[in-house]
């Protein structure tokens, strides 16, 4: 088991799906990462939030074990995010984006983050998340790296650049069809690769992830919910679940990154079930056994 | 290996896709079914066409072994569809349908037919398609049906009746959704199984195929094709590979089950890499072993 580092966002969120509605709920990437990953490993967070944060939403993390120290509170309110969702849970329509303190994040790696051997890069200006990168004192062993459309669109040199120092990128379909300019998602899984990362997963919502890895692709299906209720956090829960697989194991080979596709999936099946970290908090280690074996009786096509 | 036949369209297609055209070129759900099933097992055709339908094409599926004794030719003209794909392949816009002969279409089993112990029915008017179920001497060991909008929305009553008597029903998502009234899918295949079908294959084009059957799901996805030239027949094909597979087998258990849906998505693999039967008619069996193989590192967990 070793140390697994986030730098991402902490944020309230506001959110409407046709299953309800919530008003500055917890949540932000580093948030469902390190909530989902502290199932795993040791998870320690480098992000920032607002004088108006609350402490209960710090106790809920802290309670899992995840490490805060690197959560600075800076002067001015807490990053908040208003969405919406149609019945295309899909596809998430962005009401207000107010970055408050996050306008000004700069993360500063104290000395003893510095060689964490496992390392998610959430979704942030990719400017900064090189600028982590070179704060490492040892190259981490596995670097895992998230985008998004407005990083694509508006920073895409940038983007390029620190894509050429990991290990891992976490993309949903439509990005990847944008930053690879391909619209077959296998020939876009594969130019992405081209561009320095040796594993591409790709976040397909509804239909589930791939990975492409040295060359071989996996598949893994969504879980087969009956009842979706708030989409907010999924792709951070998966790469929780992902990285903090990853940093559990020994040995870290095809088979292993296959596993930690489903267990990321695990976790991502989860977060929907409810709006904003509250089915995760609500979760035993035992759910998430049964859960594997049942996505495992989902794809298995030998024995009974 | 037991007899498996067919009873659907054998058509003259024109097709349009973002990567080429085709002018009247061989199709119909009959055709790619049974050339599809014929690499497995003895296929029986019940179907009609023009006198202008080519010898060629007939020789084609003659060749394969396919046996054409229930295909009868008609006075008047084939069956003729034109269709028209955007860069969004899982979506065919129908530009023109001539049903010519097909709209006098009214199968007659000739009495080596009525014993039969595998039936597949295809896309067809579903009062048909019961009409064909009662006139076999003996229950076959598997009914598998076929059907779309058109009969869900105009027919829904009749669909519903002969729905009760199979075993084995396959529609694709969009269908699936529309039948049961229900937007969630996987809440959508159960409410079709309750309907009498003990099993539901739900074909999702690009994003693969999941199948229901006895409560438990299982998920494949769609091989990993750098380039789609044309959808058309994917489905029948997927059938046809499905149908082939199982007809082929001593036991009809879970596990075949699921083999099955791997075969019938090799099939459609191949079937959408060229227009019409183009790329099957090159099939060698050894392709399909190997297309085989590679499904199922797709989406193997263990072992390497």
Redesign the interface.
């Known amino acids: 088991m070793a140390d697994l580092l986030v730098v991402g966002s902490v944020a309230l969120d506001s959110v409407e799906t046709p299953f309800g509605k919530v008003h500055e709920v917890l949540g932000g990437s580093a948030t469902y990462f390190s909530y989902s990953a502290s199932f795993f490993t040791q998870v320690r967070v480098v992000a920032t939030v607002g004088e108006d944060f609350p402490g209960a939403h710090l106790r809920l993390l802290g309670d899992r074990g995840v490490d805060l120290d690197g959560l600075k509170t800076s002067k001015g309110k807490t990053f908040r995010w208003v969405g919406q969702y149609g019945?295309d849970l899909n596809e998430a329509k962005t009401l207000d984006t107010q970055l408050n303190v996050l306008a000004e994040f700069k993360p500063a790696l104290g000395d003893g983050l510095r060689r964490t051997p496992f390392l998610f890069l959430a979704n942030i200006d990719p400017d900064l998340q090189r600028d982590v990168l070179r704060q490492m004192k040892e190259r981490p062993r596995l670097v895992a790296l998230d985008t998004m459309n407005f990083w694509i669109q508006g920073k895409q040199e940038a983007l390029r650049r620190v894509l050429a120092d990991v290990d891992v990128v976490t993309i949903n379909d439509g990005e990847a069809r944008q930053l690879a300019g391909e619209?077959?998602?296998?020939?876009a899984a594969?130019a992405i690769a081209s561009m320095g990362p040796r594993t591409v997963v790709v976040k397909?919502g509804?239909?589930?992830a791939?990975m492409l890895t040295d060359g071989?692709?996996?598949?893994v299906?969504a879980y087969?919910?009956?009842?979706?209720y708030d989409p907010t956090g999924a792709g951070d829960t998966f790469a929780g679940g992902f990285m903090g697989y990853l940093a559990a194991q020994e040995r870290i080979d095809?088979?292993a990154m296959?596993?930690a596709v489903?267990y990321g999936s695990v976790m991502a099946s989860f977060t929907v079930e409810d709006f904003s970290l509250k089915r995760l908090t609500r979760l035993r280690p035992a759910d998430i056994a049964d859960r594997y074996t049942a996505f495992?009786?989902?794809?298995?096509?030998?024995?009974?």
Do not use: W
Request: aromatic content about 14%.
């Open positions: 019945y619209p077959n998602l296998i020939r594969r397909r509804e239909y589930g791939l071989a692709f996996f598949f299906p087969p919910l009956e009842s979706v095809a088979a296959r596993r489903v495992h009786d989902l794809i298995r096509l030998d024995g009974e």
